[in-house]
């Protein structure tokens, strides 16, 4: 049975993989520091700590590291950040189709919502800013 999805909810790729953390920091010095990855979407200069960080590999799949905002659950691997064209419609898409999602929340270069699958395993729906 296929559902009609309206514009801007259909999922359209997979945008980031990796892991939440409570020190940020720390975690984006070891990615940055021990494996040699660069940091692509936190700063023009990779050598600087920062909270968070992207890392886009060669094969065009981005890792990243996530610090929540203070308060939250941190420390847990958010899973796979599915892309969408609009958060709103998706959200209020994907509820009505019941699952459950946080309210979506604005960062500096994103739009997400975060929720779990029926095992518990987490994911969030997540729009680019342009």
Known sequence: MESTVPPGAKIIGLDIFGPATPNGKRLVAFYR??????PTGSSENPTEDHESAEFELADGATFGVYQPP???????GY???FAVGDI???VAHFRANGAILQDPFET???FMSFGKDPD???FAIHQRKK
């Open 88 to 90: 709103q419609a998706a």
């Open 33 to 38: 520091d021990a494996l040699g990855m660069t």
């Open 108 to 110: 500096p270069v994103c």
């Open 120 to 122: 518990g395993n987490e």
């Open 79 to 81: 899973g796979a950040l």
């Open 70 to 76: 203070e308060g939250a659950e941190a420390g847990k």
